[in-house]
């Protein structure tokens, strides 16, 4: 993100300085004179002659002026870092929820919620809501984190989430019974913007009976993690940390890490992870502590890019950042699947980071009205580390009245920032 040019140039008259009076001693620090304020104070114009100016009678002043360049330059340094945090904590700290409903219609607090949060909330289907007989609930919330407020509701009014992953950022619930899964039922943890869900644990016994007395206990937990739909997960780890873990006699339940610190890429607003554990010869009948965290790359800025009229569109090519995307072709694969034939060129964009996007390409495919087609997957069609071919596949189901592709969407993800999601569970049942 460029925030300003100023600490560039106070870093290039820092390091004139350095050049023009290198050996000799420092002076004492003081305060800097009128003069020289005012002269740092331009070093900001957004004139470019005012700010060369400025340098070059600064560093003409030698070590008068150097405390308080650095001092400057600390402090724009410092400004930079808190910049930044505030761009993280946008996406990755809660979205803060003030309900007062009593004996309240679900329906009333959910466009409530979504009034607030600007998110899209909403039944999975009509009649599956009007047949489901959901009871009236009462919430009250003083500036709690979304994920509360939400969770709250669910066990309330008895209902699941259907989610089905993709770019679906929609949280969309029915009546228990009637479809999805009852994750704000589950023993959770919440962590700024996320929610982690145990869904369940199993238990195997195993032998080699090349060697009988080699007996294995496994315990494996499965966990679901849920962002606010404002937090575009780029990546996470697929495998925890896991820093405690003990059963309610003291015995260490963390297994081996199988699987090492990898990640792969993520387009919704969940994932999930298979946390292995051990199961101890004596264990108790309760897992007493589980702490750990994820590692989860979120984006924080972004460019989009938009092509129009994309059944005619033919190697059309649009720049977001130091990224290049040409659309070839669009194809019909059948009544209801596309095909988009794309090439991208990552230009000064971290090698990493360009495979990591090309990988993931969250692109919509939308028509003329604004519904989307269903992304179902990507195929590679060759690169050479600059650029990268893909072929990417859409399709509208038989519940979505998507007409002809009118346009594609892709939202670029231009900043990111990795960040620790801590959990931590208690007084867990051990099968």
């Known amino acids: 993100m460029k925030r300003s040019k100023t600490t560039g140039g106070l870093i290039a008259a820092v390091a004139a300085l350095s050049v023009t009076v290198t050996g000799l001693a420092q002076a004492p620090a003081t305060q800097p004179s009128p003069e020289i304020k005012a002269l740092i104070s331009q070093l900001s114009s957004p004139d470019e002659a005012t700010r060369t100016a400025a340098r070059e009678k600064l560093v003409s002043m030698g070590d008068d002026a150097r405390a308080a360049l650095e001092a400057f330059v600390r402090s724009k340094s410092a400004a930079e870092a808190a910049l930044a945090q505030i761009d993280t904590n946008a996406v990755?700290?809660?979205?803060?929820?003030?309900?007062?409903?009593?004996?309240?219609?679900?329906?009333?607090?959910?466009?409530?919620?979504?009034?607030?949060?600007?998110?899209?909330?909403?039944?999975?289907?009509?009649?599956?809501?009007?047949?489901?007989?959901?009871?009236?609930?009462t919430i009250t919330a003083d500036k709690q984190p979304f994920?509360?407020?939400?969770?709250?509701?669910?066990?309330?009014?008895?209902?699941?989430?259907?989610?089905?992953?993709?770019?679906?950022?929609?949280?969309?619930?029915?009546?228990?019974?009637?479809?999805?899964?009852n994750i704000m039922q589950y023993p959770s943890s919440i962590s700024g913007s996320f929610l982690m869900a145990i869904s369940s644990l199993q238990?195997?016994?195993?032998?080699d009976l090349a060697h009988p007395d080699n007996i294995q206990h496994n315990l494996s937990m499965q966990?679901?993690?849920?962002?606010?739909?404002?937090?575009?997960?780029?990546?996470?780890?697929?495998?925890?940390?896991?820093?405690?873990?003990?059963?309610?006699?003291?015995?260490?339940?963390?297994?081996?890490?199988?699987?090492?610190?990898?990640?792969?890429?993520?387009?919704?607003?969940?994932?999930?992870?298979?946390?292995?554990?051990?199961?101890?010869?004596?264990?108790?009948?309760?897992?007493?502590?589980?702490?750990?965290?994820?590692?989860?790359?979120?984006?924080?800025?972004?460019?989009?890019?938009?092509?129009?009229?994309?059944?005619?569109?033919?190697?059309?090519?649009?720049?977001?950042?130091?990224?290049?995307?040409?659309?070839?072709?669009?194809?019909?694969?059948?009544?209801?699947?596309?095909?988009?034939?794309?090439?991208?060129?990552?230009?000064?964009?971290?090698?990493?980071?360009?495979?990591?996007?090309v990988q993931n390409p969250t692109m919509r495919l939308l028509d003329a009205d604004g519904h989307e087609y269903r992304y179902s997957g990507y195929s590679s069609a060759g690169g050479n580390g600059d650029t990268y071919d893909v072929k990417i596949n859409f399709y509208r189901n038989n519940n979505n009245d998507a007409g002809e592709p009118a346009k594609l969407v892709w939202e670029v993800a231009t900043g990111t920032q990795e960040i620790t999601v801590p959990f931590k569970f208690t007084d867990l049942p051990l099968p």
């Open 92 to 137: 990755a700290g809660p979205t803060l929820v003030t309900l007062d409903m009593k004996d309240a219609d679900p329906m009333a607090v959910i466009a409530e919620l979504a009034k607030q949060t600007k998110y899209d909330i909403q039944p999975y289907s009509q009649d599956n809501w009007d047949q489901g007989n959901v009871p009236r609930i």
């Open 147 to 181: 994920w509360e407020v939400f969770r709250d509701m669910c066990k309330q009014a008895n209902l699941s989430l259907v989610n089905s992953g993709d770019n679906q950022r929609a949280l969309q619930l029915n009546p228990a019974g009637q479809g999805g899964r």
């Open 203 to 207: 238990r195997t016994n195993s032998v």
């Open 223 to 357: 966990m679901m993690v849920m962002a606010e739909p404002k937090v575009k997960v780029i990546r996470f780890s697929y495998q925890p940390k896991i820093e405690e873990a003990v059963d309610n006699k003291g015995n260490s339940l963390q297994a081996a890490n199988r699987f090492g610190s990898g990640y792969t890429s993520s387009r919704g607003i969940s994932f999930n992870a298979n946390i292995p554990l051990q199961y101890p010869d004596n264990a108790g009948d309760k897992i007493a502590t589980l702490r750990g965290s994820f590692q989860v790359t979120v984006q924080t800025r972004s460019e989009t890019v938009e092509v129009p009229d994309i059944l005619k569109a033919k190697d059309v090519t649009k720049s977001a950042g130091d990224l290049k995307i040409t659309i070839k072709s669009v194809t019909k694969a059948s009544d209801r699947q596309y095909r988009v034939d794309a090439s991208f060129a990552r230009g000064n964009m971290d090698q990493q980071a360009f495979y990591q996007l």
